[in-house]
T-cell receptor, first 119, second 113 residues
Framework: AQTVTQSQPEMSVQEAETVTLSCTYDTSESDYYLFWYKQPPSRQMILVIRQEAYKQQNATENRFSVNFQKAAKSFSLKISDSQLGDAAMYFCAYRSAPNYGGSQGNLIFGKGTKLSVKP | NAGVTQTPKFQVLKTGQSMTLQCAQDMNHNSMYWYRQDPGMGLRLIYYSASEGTTDKGEVPNGYNVSRLNKREFSLRLESAAPSQTSVYFC????????????FGNGTRLTVT
């Protein structure tokens, strides 16, 4: 079974600085997808960024980028120019490719990292 | 564009009571999911439905039942609530393409006393 590990329960960053959130996963599959979701105090789950395992290029969305190391099974999230609105729980998630081994596309989540942003 | 709508937002139950959490999506998605979120545990899959008329157990299905009423609606029922079911419940749906993310509702905070 696949597992996702976020080893940093809490992180803190100064406004305008850069922070990196760690995520590792365990799988024997070669085709899969990785996601980062943000959960602010409002409780809403917001997709931040996604990565397809067969793509070597790291995904980027504005101030958010990932460092995807497939061999190391690592998928870290870098937030540049941190803003107060970035304060939230961040969840890393794994999904098998649809129909791979019976997968129906559900996500396997890490336990989350709580990010605080200091003004 | 409503996306995924969950009701209610909050609920308090006494042990042994029953209730149904409602979920509807307007994105014409086939796949729908129910997760629970507990402190320090991330989100764990309770049940999912790959298409109308089918449902399957996830990681933590005990104490729950689901119904995929039609393509839009996927409900979660607690027949006899227990304090261990105190949690935040999320419904989600997913589009058909390979890299489609999950779209989540805003969650239901359930407290069982």
């Amino acid at each position: 079974a696949q597992t996702v590990t976020q080893s940093q329960p809490e992180m803190s960053v100064q406004e305008a600085e850069t922070v990196t959130l760690s995520c590792t996963y365990d799988t024997s599959e070669s085709d899969y997808y990785l996601f980062w979701y943000k959960q602010p105090p409002s409780r809403q789950m917001i997709l931040v960024i996604r990565q397809e395992a067969y793509k070597q290029q790291n995904a980027t969305e504005n101030r958010f980028s990932v460092n995807f190391q497939k061999a190391a099974k690592s998928f870290s999230l870098k937030i540049s120019d941190s803003q107060l609105g970035d304060a939230a729980m961040y969840f890393c998630a794994y999904r098998s490719a649809p129909n791979y081994g019976g997968s129906q596309g559900n996500l396997i989540f890490g336990k989350g990292t709580k990010l605080s942003v200091k003004p | 564009n409503a996306g995924v709508t969950q009701t209610p937002k909050f609920q308090v139950l006494k042990t042994g009571q029953s209730m149904t959490l409602q979920c509807a999506q307007d994105m014409n998605h086939n796949s729908m999911y129910w997760y629970r979120q507990d402190p320090g545990m991330g989100l764990r899959l309770i049940y999912y439905s790959a298409s109308e008329g089918t449902t399957d157990k996830g990681e933590v299905p005990n104490g729950y039942n689901v119904s995929r009423l039609n393509k839009r609606e996927f409900s979660l029922r607690l027949e006899s609530a227990a304090p261990s079911q105190t949690s935040v419940y999320f419904c989600a749906s997913r589009g058909p393409t390979r890299n489609s993310p999950l779209h989540f509702g805003n969650g239901t905070r359930l407290t069982v006393t």
